[in-house]
Protein backbone atom coordinates (compact mmCIF):
# COMPACT_ATOMS: atom_id res chain seq x y z
CA UNK A 1 0.00 0.00 0.00
CA UNK A 2 1.67 3.58 -0.90
CA UNK A 3 1.61 6.25 1.37
CA UNK A 4 1.44 9.60 0.29
CA UNK A 5 2.34 12.57 2.96
CA UNK A 6 2.28 16.26 1.76
CA UNK A 7 4.16 19.12 3.49
CA UNK A 8 5.08 22.49 2.86
CA UNK A 9 2.17 24.50 2.37
CA UNK A 10 0.96 27.64 4.21
CA UNK A 11 -0.59 30.84 3.87
CA UNK A 12 1.81 33.55 1.47
CA UNK A 13 1.06 36.97 0.03
CA UNK A 14 1.53 37.26 -4.22
CA UNK A 15 4.55 37.07 -5.58
CA UNK A 16 6.02 34.59 -3.02
CA UNK A 17 7.27 31.56 -3.38
CA UNK A 18 6.39 27.83 -1.47
CA UNK A 19 8.38 24.56 -1.81
CA UNK A 20 5.72 21.54 -1.54
CA UNK A 21 7.28 18.00 -0.61
CA UNK A 22 5.78 14.33 -1.32
CA UNK A 23 6.98 11.87 1.02
CA UNK A 24 5.88 8.25 -0.68
CA UNK A 25 6.49 5.02 1.18
CA UNK A 26 5.44 1.23 0.42
CA UNK A 27 4.09 -0.66 -2.79
CA UNK A 28 5.61 -0.16 -5.74
CA UNK A 29 3.99 2.87 -7.21
CA UNK A 30 6.37 4.91 -4.51
CA UNK A 31 8.83 5.42 -7.02
CA UNK A 32 7.11 5.94 -10.04
CA UNK A 33 5.52 8.49 -12.34
CA UNK A 34 3.64 11.26 -9.85
CA UNK A 35 1.67 13.83 -10.00
CA UNK A 36 0.56 17.45 -8.39
CA UNK A 37 -3.17 18.01 -8.34
CA UNK A 38 -5.38 21.07 -6.84
CA UNK A 39 -8.55 21.70 -6.07
CA UNK A 40 -9.79 25.10 -5.05
CA UNK A 41 -12.98 26.17 -3.38
CA UNK A 42 -16.02 25.30 -5.06
CA UNK A 43 -13.91 24.08 -8.08
CA UNK A 44 -13.35 20.41 -9.59
CA UNK A 45 -9.58 18.88 -8.97
CA UNK A 46 -7.30 20.13 -11.56
CA UNK A 47 -4.04 18.39 -12.76
CA UNK A 48 -1.14 20.93 -12.12
CA UNK A 49 2.45 18.77 -12.99
CA UNK A 50 3.38 15.44 -13.51
CA UNK A 51 7.00 14.05 -13.57
CA UNK A 52 8.10 10.53 -14.96
CA UNK A 53 9.87 8.00 -12.81
CA UNK A 54 13.27 8.63 -13.89
CA UNK A 55 12.76 12.55 -14.10
CA UNK A 56 13.28 13.20 -17.29
CA UNK A 57 10.39 14.54 -18.64
CA UNK A 58 7.61 16.72 -16.71
CA UNK A 59 4.24 17.96 -17.70
CA UNK A 60 2.41 21.31 -16.71
CA UNK A 61 -0.74 22.52 -16.83
CA UNK A 62 -0.74 26.20 -18.94
CA UNK A 63 -1.74 27.73 -16.02
CA UNK A 64 1.32 27.13 -13.92
CA UNK A 65 3.73 26.86 -16.47
CA UNK A 66 6.71 28.93 -16.32
CA UNK A 67 6.10 29.14 -12.63
CA UNK A 68 5.81 26.01 -10.97
CA UNK A 69 8.84 23.24 -11.02
CA UNK A 70 7.89 19.78 -10.65
CA UNK A 71 11.36 17.58 -9.45
CA UNK A 72 11.86 14.03 -7.62
CA UNK A 73 14.82 12.54 -5.44
CA UNK A 74 14.90 9.19 -6.19
CA UNK A 75 17.00 8.29 -3.14
CA UNK A 76 14.77 9.81 -0.80
CA UNK A 77 11.79 9.01 -2.33
CA UNK A 78 10.08 12.55 -2.44
CA UNK A 79 8.28 14.52 -5.10
CA UNK A 80 9.00 18.31 -5.08
CA UNK A 81 6.63 21.23 -6.57
CA UNK A 82 8.89 24.42 -6.10
CA UNK A 83 6.02 27.25 -6.55
CA UNK A 84 7.29 30.53 -7.49
CA UNK A 85 5.62 34.05 -8.29
CA UNK A 86 2.36 33.19 -6.54
CA UNK A 87 -1.19 34.04 -7.31
CA UNK A 88 -3.82 34.54 -5.50
CA UNK A 89 -5.71 31.87 -8.22
CA UNK A 90 -3.27 29.43 -6.93
CA UNK A 91 -4.89 29.04 -3.19
CA UNK A 92 -6.22 25.53 -3.01
CA UNK A 93 -5.60 21.84 -1.61
CA UNK A 94 -2.66 20.53 -3.42
CA UNK A 95 -2.57 16.71 -3.90
CA UNK A 96 0.20 14.46 -4.85
CA UNK A 97 -0.43 11.20 -6.00
CA UNK A 98 0.97 8.02 -7.21
CA UNK A 99 0.32 7.37 -11.39
CA UNK A 100 -0.79 3.28 -11.23
CA UNK A 101 -2.13 3.14 -15.24
CA UNK A 102 -1.06 4.05 -18.73
CA UNK A 103 -2.35 7.18 -20.37
CA UNK A 104 -2.24 11.00 -19.90
CA UNK A 105 -0.44 12.46 -16.56
CA UNK A 106 -3.42 14.94 -16.74
CA UNK A 107 -6.42 12.53 -16.11
CA UNK A 108 -6.44 11.57 -12.37
CA UNK A 109 -8.08 8.82 -13.35
CA UNK A 110 -4.90 7.12 -13.96
CA UNK A 111 -3.35 7.99 -10.56
CA UNK A 112 -4.04 4.96 -7.91
CA UNK A 113 -2.43 6.88 -4.96
CA UNK A 114 -3.49 9.99 -3.41
CA UNK A 115 -2.24 12.13 -0.29
CA UNK A 116 -4.26 14.05 2.23
CA UNK A 117 -3.43 17.45 0.50
CA UNK A 118 -1.92 20.52 1.70
CA UNK A 119 -3.13 23.54 1.54
CA UNK A 120 -1.78 26.80 -0.03
CA UNK A 121 -3.52 30.17 0.43
CA UNK A 122 -1.89 33.05 -1.45
CA UNK A 123 -3.04 36.77 -0.46
CA UNK A 124 -3.24 40.14 -2.40
Known amino acids: QVQLVESGGGLVQAGDSLRLSCAASGGTFSNGPMGWFRQAPGKEREFVAG????????YYSDSVKGRFTISRDSAKNTVYLQMNTLKPEDTAVYYC?????????????????WGQGTQVSVTV
Open 97 to 113: AAKSHAGTYWNEENYEY
Open 51 to 58: ITWSGDFT
